[in-house]
């Protein structure tokens, strides 16, 4: 990252956890209340130095994630009682309270319906006017419609990296067009 092996000996780790978010395709929501899901990194990262900068943090990521108007009334609930679109849109709120440089995505929409998914990759259109988003997806169809670059693994390597635009249309690779044309995969 930033031209750095984050695998070297002395990389500190609580740093790179401050400047990458990571949300993962099953929703996992801290067993405590809204509020505190959201608060958790900031305290960690001592990025509040008082109480009323953490409650602003945590409403401003809630509103970045779309989710503060479903959610104001009931910050102390827990946040394990949300459904399944809210506990993911959550876990995002909780990955940019901290302000990472990048926010990496692993599957983010695998586990909701296609509802969910919609607002998911909505809030993804927003949120990359702020952040480096790299999103993992078996789906074509949701990497066609919201990344700008991609790129294609096939075991492992690297085949093919380009704009979205060149990789589904002409993609160079034949592993590339071969996944993107259905005839594996």
Partial sequence: MDGEDIYAPGVD?????????????????????IFENIAYGPKIHGLAESKDELEEIVVKSLNKAGLFDE???????PATGLSGGQQQR??????IAINPEV??????????????SARIEDLMWELKENYTIIIVT??????SRVSQQTGFFHMGVLAEVGSTEQIFQNPVDTRTRDYITGRFG
């Avoid at 959610?71 to 609930?77: N, Y």
């Fill in 13 to 33: 780790v609580v740093t790179l956890r401050g400047q990458v978010g990571m949300v993962f395709q099953k929703p996992n929501p801290f067993p405590k209340s």
């Fill in 71 to 77: 959610v104001k009334d009931r910050m102390q609930a």
């Fill in 90 to 95: 959550l876990c995002i709120a909780r990955a």
């Fill in 103 to 116: 926010l990496l995505m692993d599957e983010p929409c695998s586990a909701l319906d296609p509802i969910a």
């Fill in 138 to 143: 078996h789906s074509m169809q949701q990497a």
